[in-house]
């Protein structure tokens, strides 16, 4: 028997509240090559609420400079001066963050934030830029190895 992809308009169910012979054909063919009955609901619906309704806190920053810790990880570190902010990486000697940890920044103050490097680290970005935008530009920093950073957003020179 062949089997298609019924089209994405055709409806899955008819008037009678049953799948229709196109959708039917389609769920026997997935359910031969991993059959529901074989799935474990319990653990994917527990791996899904885990995933879900993640609330990240935010680090709200008034001074002209900062440098980020450890609860910055998976957080958002919000820059509100009304002056020039410098944000330092630190080493991974100072701050072990695991690699892949991800930094969010936002510049809602009129100050430019710039990110640096502490002893050591690199940050990569294009064309090698360091600064958020402008006011409300947002930017986000990924650990990629030991000392390196990469930084990615709305950024300038």
């Known amino acids: 028997m062949a089997i298609r992809n019924p089209p994405i308009d055709v409806a899955a169910i008819d008037a009678g509240g049953r799948f229709t012979k196109d959708w039917y054909d389609r769920f026997k063919y997935l359910?031969?090559?991993?059959?529901?009955?074989?799935?474990d609901f319990t653990a994917v619906n527990a791996a899904i609420a885990l995933k879900s309704n993640i609330t990240r806190s935010i680090n709200q920053i008034a001074g002209s400079t900062y440098t980020f810790v450890a609860g910055d990880a998976g957080n958002v570190c919000?820059?509100?001066?009304?002056?020039?902010?410098?944000?330092?990486?630190?080493?991974n000697s100072s701050v072990p963050f695991p690699f892949g940890t991800q930094i969010d920044l936002i510049q809602t103050g009129t100050g430019k934030v710039t990110l640096a490097q502490g002893s050591g680290v690199t940050i990569v970005s294009i064309t090698s830029y360091?600064?958020?935008?402008?006011?409300?530009?947002?930017?986000?920093?990924?650990?990629?190895?030991?000392?390196?950073?990469?930084?990615s957003g709305?950024?300038?020179a």
């Open 31 to 39: 359910d031969t090559l991993q059959p529901l009955s074989d799935v």
């Open 78 to 91: 919000q820059f509100y001066s009304a002056s020039a902010v410098t944000a330092t990486i630190p080493p």
């Open 130 to 151: 360091k600064s958020l935008s402008a006011q409300y530009a947002a930017a986000t920093l990924l650990k990629l190895d030991t000392n390196v950073w990469q930084l």
């Open 154 to 156: 709305s950024l300038i």
